[in-house]
């Protein structure tokens, strides 16, 4: 029998957050679903990052994912932003350790470099690369959506990369593992 594994990946914002789940079936993909959840109508900042997290919350309830991706906020120059964006991603992040679902970040580079090879790829080449891997038939109008696709497929992309080299659990496990490199 087959390993089975269900990623939620999300895109945080303020304006638009983008979500997409996939489903992993011995180590070939399949979209569950791929949406946006639009918060431009509302002006009320408390607002938004609440709907962020029932949103999150109800997404975790209904499809019951195994592991959470999302993208980390970029440094940009608008402070503002930021840290708008930071309370997006935080309450995202909230609600999935509210379900106990294991949380792992990505930086946008890292994303657009595991789906297309290259760190600055535009959003339309994610988005292209996607439906190509996905056999998404076609692409939303906005692009958030995919952007959260993109984490979970980078999510799966990155899972189960051996480490290259041995664990270690201090000095005395190191030294016990390597004796002949030791100068008594």
Same mark, same amino acid.
């Given at each position: 029998?087959?390993?089975?594994?269900?990623?939620?990946?999300?895109?945080?914002?303020?304006?638009?957050?983008?979500?997409?789940?996939?489903?992993?079936?011995?180590?070939?993909?399949?979209?569950?679903?791929?949406?946006?959840?639009?918060?431009?109508?509302?002006?009320?900042?408390?607002?938004?990052?609440?709907?962020?997290?029932?949103?999150?919350?109800?997404?975790?309830?209904?499809?019951?994912?195994?592991?959470?991706?999302?993208?980390?906020?970029?440094?940009?120059?608008?402070?503002?932003?930021?840290?708008?964006?930071?309370?997006?991603?935080?309450?995202?992040?909230?609600?999935?350790?509210?379900? !106990?679902? $294991?949380?792992?970040?990505? +930086?946008?580079?890292?994303?657009?470099? /595991?789906?297309?090879?290259?760190? @600055?790829?535009? &959003?339309?080449?994610?988005?292209?690369?996607?439906?190509?891997?996905?056999?998404?038939? !076609?692409? $939303?109008?906005?692009?958030? +959506?995919?952007?959260?696709?993109?984490? /979970?497929?980078?999510?799966?992309? @990155?899972?189960? &990369?051996?480490?290259?080299?041995?664990?270690?659990?201090?000095?005395?496990?190191?030294?016990?593992?390597?004796?002949?490199?030791?100068?008594?």
């Amino acid at each position: 029998m087959g390993s089975e594994k269900i990623i939620l990946g999300i895109d945080p914002g303020t304006t638009i957050m983008g979500f997409g789940l996939i489903k992993v079936v011995d180590k070939k993909m399949e979209l569950i679903v791929l949406d946006e959840l639009m918060l431009k109508k509302y002006d009320d900042h408390y607002l938004k990052l609440k709907l962020i997290f029932e949103r999150t919350v109800h997404l975790i309830d209904q499809y019951h994912p195994d592991e959470i991706a999302i993208e980390a906020p970029f440094f940009g120059k608008n402070v503002q932003s930021m840290l708008k964006l930071g309370r997006a991603q935080g309450v995202a992040m909230a609600a999935g350790l509210s379900r !106990e679902v $294991p949380i792992t970040e990505y +930086s946008p580079k890292k994303i657009k470099m /595991a789906i297309t090879g290259n760190g @600055n790829a535009s &959003k339309e080449q994610v988005a292209k690369m996607l439906q190509s891997l996905l056999k998404m038939k !076609e692409l $939303p109008q906005n692009l958030d +959506s995919t952007d959260g696709l993109a984490a /979970a497929v980078c999510h799966f992309y @990155n899972s189960g &990369k051996v480490t290259v080299g041995k664990n270690y659990t201090g000095w005395a496990a190191f030294v016990k593992q390597n004796e002949k490199r030791v100068v008594k």
